[in-house]
Every structure is written in C-alpha cells, then in structure tokens.
C-alpha cells in the first residue's frame, strides 16, 4: 500500500538557522498539505498545495515559511530562520482528493 | 467559529467496554468529518470519515453518528481493544466548491487508554 514518506525523521537545529523538510506524497495524488503538531497539542493546519501553488495558508504559515514542488514528486517546506516556537512535528499529507487525506509518519524538529 | 471542540481530553475503558469520544463545531460550512487515530511517535492515520447527509456510518467496530441540528459528532469504538490504546483526533473541513482546499481543522485530541 503507498504511503506518504517524510526525511529526516528528527532533526535539530540552531535558532536562526534554515531547515528543509522533505516530503514524498503519494504518487497519484494532487493535493499536498503541511500540518504541525507542538508536543501534547492537536494538528495545526500549515498550507495546501495544488496545482503547483499554494492554494490556502494559515496565520502561522508567514514569510519564514516557504513550499515547492521541486520535480514533481518531492514536496518540500522551508523554514527560512527557525525559531523556538517552531519546534514541533511536521506531517506532510496528501489526497487524490481534497477530502481524503493520508498522512506521512512526521519530522520531530528541535530548534535550540 | 473555525474551531472544532472534542471531548473528553483522556479516557479510560475496560476490554470489551464501549469508548465514546464527542466533537462539536460551529462552522455549517464544515461538510466533511473525519475521524483520525494516531499512535506515539507516528502520523494521524484516516480512521473514518461522514458526510452530513447520513446520521451515521459504521466500519467494523468503529461508528461515527452525526447531528447536523446540535453541529455535533462522535465516534463509538464497540468491544474496545487494548491495541484501540492510542490519540484520537476529530476533524473538519469544507470540500470543494468553497475557498478552502481541504484544509482539516482539528479537535484537540482524545487519549484513549483500553486495560486488559
């Protein structure tokens, strides 16, 4: 059964520091999403994607953060300068359609 | 009104007994309710999901009823397991048509916890 998968499983780093987290959606999917989850809260929605755009942001979503579809299958999110509050776990999803949407296992990020 | 309540936080159930997990949102543009189990450590995973033109939907042991007049749903997990132990999650969203691509609004999650 197709998942979607996420690299790096965890990782740290340095506040002020970029990061890229990768996602691989599955393959006949056509809606990409960012969500984050900080410890012991419920998922927050980050972006959609569609149509190699960004269909809907959030609040959260700001001029730090960044997404691209860089060769079709890979779907990246840009963290430009970490800060603090932006350690949490990063899940990527995708759907066929808007509705249906499959999850990947989740990057733990730690900015120190 | 973008908010989704779930209730209770934390939930403790016998082998076998009934859990029952309840959400309730505002927004009547939500048209899509999905439910999501997570375990430690990984991903939400699609448990699943009603529309609001049915009142309930059954798969297994897992049944979501839905009351589109109180904008409330929730989710009945029968003869519950100890492998049922895990983060459950409440979502919404509004399909296509409207402004929105799919974007999940999430309750705040529900730890259920079934004893041997």
């Known amino acids: 059964e197709p998942e979607v998968t996420q690299t790096p499983s965890h990782q740290v780093t340095q506040m002020g520091q970029e990061v890229i987290l990768r996602c691989v959606p599955i393959s006949n999917h056509l809606y990409f999403y960012w969500y984050r989850q900080i410890l012991g809260q419920k998922v927050e929605f980050l972006v959609s994607f569609y149509n190699n755009e960004i269909s809907e942001k959030s609040e959260i979503f700001d001029d730090q953060f960044s997404v691209e579809r860089p060769d079709g299958s890979n779907f990246t999110l840009k963290i430009r300068s970490t800060k603090l509050e932006d350690s949490a776990m990063y899940f990527c999803?995708?759907?066929?359609?808007?509705?249906?949407?499959?999850f990947g296992p989740g990057t733990r990020l730690l900015v120190l | 009104q973008q908010q989704v309540k779930q209730s209770p936080q934390s939930l403790i159930v016998q082998k076998g007994g009934i859990s029952i997990i309840n959400c309730a949102y505002e927004?009547?543009?939500?048209?899509?309710f999905p439910w999501y189990q997570q375990f430690p450590g990984k991903g939400p995973a699609l448990l699943i999901a009603i529309r609001p033109d049915v009142s309930e939907k059954k798969e297994g042991r897992f049944t979501i009823s839905f009351n589109k007049s109180a904008k409330q749903f929730s989710l009945h997990i029968m003869d519950s397991q100890p492998g049922d132990s895990a983060t459950y999650f409440c979502a919404a969203s509004t399909s296509a048509g409207g402004t929105s691509y799919g974007k999940l609004t999430f309750g705040q999650g529900t730890i259920l916890t079934v004893h041997p």
């Open positions: 999803a995708s759907g066929r359609y808007q509705e249906t949407q499959y």
């Open positions: 927004n009547t543009a939500f048209d899509y």
